[in-house]
């Protein structure tokens, strides 16, 4: 899965993209593996994706991110797809192998696990998981959610209906089930409560809460926000004053998602850990 090492122009596109941390996290990836590369971001306009993109490979450009709100048409682009790519209907990475063939990746996923597994040291094998929301980036990450091991995995979304739906497509993989948000309290009185609680919608990013039981809550409930930011999330403020286990955010998920782009491109697994150290410190403003 690697594209053209001589290559040395990458990036990322979005809209908008001008808070994106990907070019600091590939140019310390860089740095780190004494890869030559220039990573930068790009603001794409709507209607222009596939042609940036086509202009982006036809430039010498060695490989793309693609966030917001392009993941789906950078799905229906690539020529060939990853098998995760496949699962999660998203991709957020893109190269052009030696025939010019584009192929598309979604490394959100194994982000997301591998910061729970390996950076906290948390095990998902055999624990009760609740994903809240039935979006695109909760889709991204549920095949290898799965793949860890959990007993379980519980959509919970406003819309039962589109939790229904979600859960349908992984159910042939692993104990999948749909929820409504608005039955969650009987579900947890007459279930008890789950494992990991990780929260999928974007209301963190509007400072909002979805509507939760306090009773989801445990003293053994870990919690994992998707979101991030130099603040702790409304998510994770909730279930810390609820009395949870340990609260996580989506920044170690941000870098190591990174870090398997960077491997798809590169063959080179750069260490994450330094690379979030840094971008804590300077979040926080250290």
Known sequence: MKAAEQKARYGVF???????????IHRLFAKQTQQQLQYNAYCIELDRFESAVKEFFANNGGGLNVTVPFK?????LADNLTERALQAGAVNTLWQDQQGELWGDNTDGVGLVRDIQQNHAFSLQG????VLGAGGAVRGVLAPLLEAGPQSITIANRTHAKAEQLASVFQAAGNVTAQQLSSLASLVANDGTFDFVINGTAASLAGELPPLPESLISPTTCTYDMMYGPNITVFNQWAKEAGGRVQLDGLGMLVEQAAESFYCWRGIRPDTQPVIERLLCEMQGA
């Open 127 to 130: 624990k009760r998981i609740l």
């Open 14 to 24: 979005g809209n908008p993209i001008n808070h994106s941390k990907s070019p600091t």
């Open 72 to 76: 789906e048409s950078a799905f229906q």
